[in-house]
């Protein structure tokens, strides 16, 4: 039989007391803590050696206050003196004087009415023989609490072997909870029976040091051996902690690219100072198209002007807005102005970026994104930021159709996490046809409009020499990061409460 | 962009059918209309001219009529209720912003009609003329086109539908009345021949809309009539103001501002007088024709109008429709979609276009006010939506393509792993600042090296970042009253001007870090910036560096002869003041790469 320490410790009080003990004598003997002594008693009683008697018996408990009452006298005995001379007062000079003193009124009147000290007379407040007795002896309440006191609460049943009358006591204070409760307790004594005894003087008990962990040199030097570890509740909760982690919106770039990247996309980039060129010109946006107002779009004091790409594309370009060019294009019929085109913006958009990748590389087959900042000139509101981050993706080849279009759209959008995805006609400036993206989310039950997407019009593509079709789409990745996080407000992205990027969890 | 409210009754009037709303629905949607939702809207009399006023069925009902301006004390009385579906109108097709032209496009896609919607052009008989001041060079409205329709008697019903449709047209071509603006009059006020010229904004006199009797000079319009006061800002640089002006010298209009009083249209009037007169040629055009072919839908008759202008006399509007080639062959390899030649044509006229072959291509003819068909692959559009994007079967592009990461964006995320691994929690900010949260906080000028925004909304957007160091202050800032100490990166870019480069601008990949807490100082960012240093495998020598937001004595520059830089230091207790934080913060900021 393997016993630790302190199970020893306590069977051999148990085993060594004249008298059964209970459980606070155990507790005074061993010197260790009442749960660990309860519980091992306890598993001496499952393990057949111990038997346990109950004994109900009431305690009386002294209130925090209680001390202090009792050392300057309870309100009732502090009012006897007030009437010692006169036997008699008219009850409102014993109010004045009461409040004088700082005692309770009505506890006097209550308690000193219940011990028989005092009686209502015509308005006065007579002093009983009882009372009389009283201011010489202490009453069999008092007594028991000075005991109480002493020994920190003491059992009736004690008190009635001193002789002090206990159903006064229950009387006087069993209701009297600024002095004093009794409280119904239960003493477990312990006896130790046959088995136990035969037991516990055999000399098989081993007897082992229990810890709650080992040191060093306890594993290094084989002591584990001789050393039990206390067992856990394993069901209990610990306090919560969180990892440092990726920003929310850092997460959804990250898969984003990594959608593109899976699907054989080459990542490309371009400058976010960007040329009114590359932003608007090269996609076939007028320049008089009200996006390119100064309401939408930032413009740069510094650097004021961009450089324009090589005489022979910016000439094509003026020409298609102008005319249509070579691009089987009416045009837009108006003068085109070389001095706008420099205008330097913060890229509205990331098809700036793709539009030049068009331009640098036309030949098929290219598939190609970009993910970055984009600007609108917007003040900041729950709904709108003045920079965000766009995705667009395009994909050159020869045999891309509307309906390529569409079938690589889903499996995009698969891979964002949308399986329920839906098209609809729409119509952007520099697409044709163009097609708008619903997906089905679960959580709202409803359809979310969720991106833009077409084939670029030829009057884009082919005054930068691609003369195959161009597929292209583009989505806002806050927006996707408000539906995937339940978020109401799109700047809660960028306050970066560190407490919420820790709490939401990487798996969404 | 304005959201119309299209009534499902109205539209099955016009469409001589009973449609489930839900059919009406789809087929907008499938037409490319943006369906915001369907609503009941309570409509309301105006007490003062009768016109229904509409509110969603949880608003508040009216004390103002929106049409003629009449206020009451008392809300309006509410008489019946309509089931609408409302709509977020397209820029790009004014063509769909009246029951009248939706009711056209969905008669094709519900198959009721198809090919080009017919109508007879007959001639007025009215003459306009022309001021040869009108067209001097920068001066005036240039432009001026006008029609006539003999139209049904006005109601309540149909007086609202135009007033509605005109308010959207200059929205959607006008550009607010700036580029182009419409006139409506009842015809039977006005004798031919018609003036276009203009008058003294001072001398002249008469009744603007809605105050019958009061004679007004135009400058005191401006001042004093609501539309005058709204429109005020396109007349400053006039000195003489444009009029319309009948045989009598009744005016009709004063544009772009207001139409007289004794000219307007009203319940019963059934002979339309229309003006469009504007800036640029193409809106005034285009917004006559989309207003007349609306109109034609509604019941209208068009009549044309002889515009005498100072290069010759010439008839308006001109409905004749456009007309372009497109290859059947193109328009399948474009789309992808499994037609043949008979449903290409049918697909077309579904859309209301006529095609006929014409050798190896097809001619299609589009009513005049599609002017949004520029190319042959904007009637491709009309084709897909004719076929139906819900029944495109989506296929996947089977060339090989080979993936490719950036390389800045892959020695970010290593970074990043790196500093989530040292117990850093990344954080994002915003690349546009003001000028006090980006410098003089940090005791830095603006200086002649920085981006600078022209057109803010607000001070908060005036510079790009140059340094990391407001987002890391920002975010300790936010998260003052949390338990210290903190940690925190930020991965993102930074611009500095540069005159070689072609957009004029240098992009940095920056790594930021701080830790904030009482305990924190240089020793403990050194270890963090060294160890982010070996894991890159470079090496730097540091040293003394003097930087204003940094305490002196505890900052140091970080760099070698192959370009690093990097800076590391304890914030200066001013900044910290100047961000409203409370203990010691070291803040390290690494130079990753250049991007652009």
């Known amino acids: ?508 | 962009m304005p959201i119309v409210a299209i009534s499902a009754a109205r539209l099955n009037q016009l469409l001589g059918q009973d449609f489930d709303m839900d059919i009406l629905v789809h087929g907008l949607q499938q037409l490319g209309c943006d369906v915001e939702d369907t609503a009941t809207l309570a409509l309301f009399k105006c007490p003062a001219c009768d016109t229904p006023n509409d509110k969603l069925a949880h608003e508040e009902p009216p004390k103002r009529c929106e049409f003629c301006g009449h206020e009451s004390q008392e809300p309006f009385e509410q008489f019946a209720t309509d089931e609408v579906i409302r709509l977020d109108l397209l820029a790009d097709r004014p063509d769909l912003f009246d029951p009248g032209g939706l009711s056209r496009a969905l008669k094709g896609y519900l198959e009721l009609e198809s090919g080009l919607s017919e109508f007879t052009v007959g001639d007025s008989g009215i003459e306009v003329h022309v001021d040869p001041i009108m067209s001097n060079a920068g001066t005036y409205r240039p432009f001026i086109v006008c029609a006539v329709l003999d139209i049904p008697p006005l109601d309540h019903n149909s007086l609202r539908e135009i007033m509605r449709l005109q308010e959207h047209l200059h929205w959607g071509i006008g550009r607010d009345r700036k580029l182009a603006s419409i006139g409506v009059y009842d015809l039977d006020t006005i004798v031919g021949p018609i003036t276009y010229s203009v008058v003294d904004p001072e001398s002249f006199q008469f009744c603007p809309l809605g105050m019958p009797g009061v004679q007004m000079t135009p400058n005191e319009i401006l001042e004093k009539h609501p539309k005058g006061v709204g429109y005020k800002h396109l007349m400053e640089q006039y000195v003489k103001y444009p009029i319309l002006l009948d045989a009598k010298n009744l005016v009709l209009s004063m544009p772009p501002i207001i139409n007289s009083d004794e000219t307007k249209c009203k319940i019963g009037t059934k002979r339309l007088f229309i003006d469009v007169t504007g800036l640029s040629k193409d809106s005034v055009i285009d917004s006559l024709v989309t207003l007349v072919s609306a109109l034609v839908e509604l019941g209208g008759h068009v009549q044309t109008v002889r515009m005498n202008y100072p290069d010759g006399p010439q008839d308006t509007p001109d409905l004749t429709p456009g007309t372009i080639d497109i290859s059947y062959e193109d328009a399948k390899k474009w789309l992808g979609l499994p037609f043949d030649r008979d449903d290409f044509m049918t697909y077309l006229r579904k859309m209301r276009l006529n095609v006929t072959p014409k050798g190896d291509l097809f001619a299609v003819s589009y009513p005049a006010f599609r002017t949004d068909i520029r190319h042959e692959v904007d009637v491709f559009e009309d084709l897909a939506i004719g076929f139906g994007y819900e029944n495109i079967e989506p296929a996947v592009v089977k060339t090989l393509t080979i993936g490719q990461a950036r390389p800045e964006e892959k020695q970010s995320k290593m970074i990043r792993d790196a500093m989530i691994g040292l117990g850093f929690t990344e954080i994002m900010s915003l690349l546009l600042q003001s000028v006090e949260r980006h410098f003089s906080k940090f005791n830095l000028e603006l200086d002649a090296h920085h981006v600078i925004v022209e057109n803010p909304k607000t001070i908060e957007q005036k510079v790009v970042r140059n340094h990391m160091m407001t987002g890391i202050m920002e975010t300790f800032n936010k998260n003052r009253r949390k338990a210290v100490p903190q940690k925190i990166f930020e991965i993102g870019n930074v611009i500095h001007l540069d005159k070689q480069a072609e957009t004029g601008t240098a992009e940095y990949r920056h790594l930021a870090f701080a830790i904030i807490g009482p305990d924190t100082g240089y020793a403990e960012g050194r270890m963090i910036m060294d160890a982010i240093l070996h894991e890159l495998k470079w090496n730097g020598s540091y040293a003394a560096a003097d930087h204003p937001a940094f305490t002196k004595g505890r900052s140091a520059e970080i760099t070698n002869n192959e370009g690093l830089w990097a800076l590391l230091g304890e914030i200066h207790p001013q900044v910290l003041n100047n961000f409203g934080l409370a203990f010691p913060i070291v803040y390290g900021e690494l130079r990753l790469m250049q991007v652009i």
Request: glycine share 6%; aromatic share 8%; with cysteine.
């Open chain 1, 1 to 508: 039989m393997t016993l630790n320490e302190d199970q020893w410790k306590i069977l051999k009080a148990v085993l060594d007391a004249e008298t059964p003990l209970n459980l606070n004598q155990l507790v005074d003997l061993t010197g260790l803590d009442m749960p660990l002594v309860s519980a091992t008693i306890q598993w001496g009683q499952e393990s057949g050696w111990l038997d346990v008697a109950e004994n109900q018996r009431e305690e009386l408990v002294p209130a925090e206050e209680a001390k202090e009452l009792l050392g300057s006298g309870l309100p009732e005995r502090r009012a006897l003196s007030l009437l010692a001379e006169t036997g008699r007062m008219p009850m409102k000079d014993v109010a004045a004087k009461a409040q004088e003193l700082d005692i309770p009124m009505h506890e006097i009147i209550k308690w000193g009415s219940a011990r028989g000290w005092f009686e209502k007379d015509k308005g006065e407040l007579v002093l009983t023989e009882t009372g009389k007795t009283a201011m010489q002896t202490l009453d069999a309440d008092e007594n028991a609490m000075n005991i109480a006191i002493a020994r920190g609460g003491v059992y009736l049943d004690d008190l009635a072997d001193l002789d002090i009358d206990v159903e006064r006591v229950k009387k006087l204070l069993g209701t009297r909870a600024l002095v004093a409760k009794i409280k119904p307790r239960t003493i477990r004594i312990v006896h130790l029976n046959e088995t136990g005894t035969s037991i516990l003087r055999s000399k098989d008990i081993r007897i082992v040091k229990e810890r709650n962990t080992l040191t060093s040199e306890d594993i290094s030097s084989g002591e584990w051996r001789n050393i039990r570890l206390r067992h856990y509740d394993v069901t209990l909760a610990a306090e919560s902690v969180a990892p440092a982690k990726i920003h929310l919106m850092q997460k959804i770039i990250q898969e984003t690219r990594t959608a593109f990247l899976e699907m054989g996309f080459e990542e490309i980039v371009s400058p976010i100072v960007e040329s009114a060129f590359w932003d608007f010109d090269a996609l076939f946006q007028p320049q008089d198209h009200p996006a390119r107002d100064m309401q939408d779009t930032f413009y740069l004091t510094r650097p004021a002007e961009a450089r324009l790409p090589d005489a022979e594309i910016v000439e094509r370009v003026k020409r298609t807005h102008e005319d249509g060019g070579d691009t089987g294009s009416t045009g837009w019929g108006y003068t085109w102005s070389e001095a706008r085109a420099r205008q330097t913006v913060l890229r509205t958009h990331t098809t700036a970026s793709t539009i030049r990748a068009v331009q640098a590389n036309p030949r098929p087959p290219r598939k190609v994104f970009c993910v970055g900042k984009v600007f609108r000139n917007e003040s900041l509101s729950y709904k709108h930021l003045p920079e965000f981050h766009q995705v667009d993706g395009i994909i050159i080849d020869e045999n891309g159709s509307l309906a390529t279009l569409l079938g690589t759209l889903k499996e995009f959008y698969r891979k964002m996490g949308f399986e329920k995805v839906r098209f609809k006609p729409d119509f952007f400036p520099y697409t044709e046809p163009s097609a708008e993206i619903s997906v089905y989310m679960e959580s709202k039950n409803a359809w979310i409009e969720f991106g833009g997407s077409g084939l670029f019009r030829p009057e884009v593509t082919r005054p930068l020499g691609c003369h195959v079709p161009v597929l292209a789409w583009g989505l806002g990745l806050e927006r996707l990061a408000m539906l995937r996080y339940g978020l109401k407000d799109i700047r809660e992205l960028y306050w970066s409460d560190i407490d919420k990027i820790k709490e939401v969890p990487l798996c969404q």
